[in-house]
């Protein structure tokens, strides 16, 4: 196997901000738990795109396969909502968000880099997670249009640029691990521009996620629009890369620039990008239009989005330890370790999260402030 891409009512009561992204509060200081529960699902994307068969034929494994291209830039989409609603937070001011921003990106960047190094195949995602939050530090404070231009041009200058670096220099585009020991202009080289989500392609999904934490996604109204206008352009995606393909036959091998209609999974071109964009913002949709209706219900899911971080590296620590014993080659065997895992980290999270406000590596990301707090409430009780 090739290493695989990617690759958060009052139910268990408020959640604190936890996971990769910033705390997922709405202005008002409302919870959107969809905002975790959403987050959850992408996990159970990763599982699956890791643990079993992303090629395999029939409806089981198209429905299988789902995933493989989508739930990591349904978490990209999830850390540019959860980097405008931080820096929208009550107590918030831009200086005091963009200290957040960076102490993240301080702990993902080595974290990533080191976790790249175990024998687990999958290409790892949280040191360009680092890097979007970097490029968060630098955006916080544009207006919605300066999002959206960007956005659009990352989606389509973006793959421009990466495949004209695959054309004149394959061997530095061909888009391989990047992890700690390499020298320190490769791994800059890898996540800005040629690594598995290199920034100039990736910086897309993020943007508009930070685009629409800027709108009210409360109201079932927007929730309902969002999820009409999702369907409408992944379709609009899949049919021009349809309709490309027969025009020009299967170009994801190719190097030519009619490559650029490809829809390859993790394949850094347009299509791509918009139709994984798209579905992403669809489970956002429809996992905020079911917390709001059902709380209750979403809580397990929303606890397992609330620990995203400390789950994802314990996936990877457990594929490093039990690679054999956790995939598998055919859909049926991969979909019931996949269940068993979903559940178990369910299962887990769900009792994590009745007795401490946060996960062990979510309290790494805040334990600045924490402690802050704990000194002031010290000096002020002295």
Known sequence: MTPHPHGHADAGGPAPPTAWAPSAATSQGARLRGIDAARALAIAGMFAVHIGPTDAEGAAGTAYALPHGRAAVLFGLLAGVGVTLLARARSATPARSRLRLAWRAAILLPLGLALQTLDHNVLVILQ??????????????????????????????????????????????????????????????????????????????????????????????????????????????????????????????????????????????????????????????????????????????????????????????????????????????????????VLLSIAIAVAWRAVFPRGPLEAVLHAPWTLTDRWRRTRSDA
């Open 128 to 341: 360009d997670y680092a890097v979007l939050f970097l490029l968060g530090i630098v955006v916080l404070g544009l207006r919605d249009r300066w999002l959206l231009l960007l956005a659009a041009a990352s989606t389509l200058l973006g793959p421009v640029l990466n495949l004209w670096g695959q054309r004149e220099d394959p061997e530095t585009f061909a888009r391989q691990t990047i992890e700690m020991g390499d020298p320190p202009l490769e791994i800059l080289h890898g996540l800005v521009l040629s690594g598995p989500y290199p920034l100039v392609t990736w910086a897309a999904p993020f943007l508009i996620g930070m685009w629409l934490a800027r709108r009210p996604l409360n109201q079932r109204r927007l929730q309902l629009w969002l999820a009409v206008g999702a369907v409408a352009v992944t379709g609009a995606a899949q049919g021009i890369g349809r309709l490309a393909e027969q025009r020009w036959g299967d170009v994801t091998e190719s190097l030519d620039w009619d490559h650029l209609w490809a829809l390859e999974p993790h394949g850094q071109m347009p299509l791509w990008i918009i139709d994984a964009t798209a579905s992403a913002v669809l489970v956002l949709a429809l996992l905020l239009l079911v917390a709001d209706l059902a709380p209750r219900a979403v809580w397990p899911l929303t606890a397992a989005g609330q620990l995203a971080l400390t789950v994802y590296v314990g996936h990877l620590l457990a594929l490093h330890e039990w690679f054999d014993e956790l995939t598998a080659d055919e859909v049926g065997p991969a979909a019931a370790r996949l269940a068993a895992g």
